[in-house]
């Protein structure tokens, strides 16, 4: 991998879940988790965690997250509405009390099989909750697709995309590409009650 330049405030918001900077697009998925890890360690050497976490906080406030779970119900809760219930509700789950959401959805994340709002792996055919990751943070975020059809006017296929920040966009199939990686998952459910707000207000204008 060449080398890849990021500077602190790049830093801070990645590791704080507020934004894809643009070194994200440089990183193939394959290589991602592990460069993820590299930077957790070259975070916490430089002194970076207090930062992250009023980062954090703040981003988590803006979006309407409770900073912290107080009790194993709401907890399991808050995972049934962000799309990992699948992962809590098995008799096999130890649940903590107290937890913050970046701690909740480390360990959901940690876990050996699939997050649950996975349904399947991509098949090669564009469809409504594709899973989308962005090649290029400035630009767009992470994305799911909400709505494929095909444009008589223009003769070509058009895909409506929610971003997990709750924007929505419609992109031909060039733009697609050139905002997205190959997609690899299809989802069973949105990310969060954020995108399906989002989502639901969209089809409602229609």
């Not at 916490?44 to 979006?63: D, F, H, S």
């Not at 907890?75 to 219930?85: A, E, H, I, T």
């Not at 349904?119 to 090649?135: A, D, H, S």
Request: net charge negative; glycine share 8%; hydrophobic share 40%.
């Amino acid at each position: 991998m060449p080398p890849i330049h990021v500077n602190e405030k790049d830093l801070i918001d990645y590791l704080a879940g507020i934004r894809n900077p643009p070194f994200v697009s440089e990183v193939s998925p394959e290589d991602l988790p592990g460069f993820h890890a590299a930077l957790e360690e070259i975070a916490q050497v430089m002194g970076l965690e207090p930062a992250i976490a009023e980062a954090r906080a703040k981003n988590q406030q803006k979006m309407g997250i409770p900073a912290a779970v107080q009790d194993t119900e709401e907890y399991k809760q808050l995972l049934r509405d962000w799309g990992f219930g699948s992962l809590v509700d098995g008799p096999s789950q130890t649940l903590g009390t107290e937890r913050s959401f970046a701690e909740i959805v480390e360990d959901v994340m940690s876990q050996p099989h699939l997050p649950g709002f996975v349904e399947r792996p991509y098949e090669g055919i564009l469809e409504v909750m594709t899973v989308l990751q962005t090649r290029n943070g400035e630009m767009v975020g992470n994305g799911i697709i909400i709505e494929v059809r095909y444009d008589t006017n223009n003769g070509e296929v058009l895909t409506t995309v929610c971003t997990d920040a709750g924007n929505i966009a419609t992109y031909n199939l060039a733009e697609l590409e050139e905002r997205f990686h190959p997609p690899k998952w299809v989802a069973k459910g949105f990310i969060s009650k954020h995108v399906q707000n989002a989502v639901d207000r969209y089809f409602e204008q229609d």
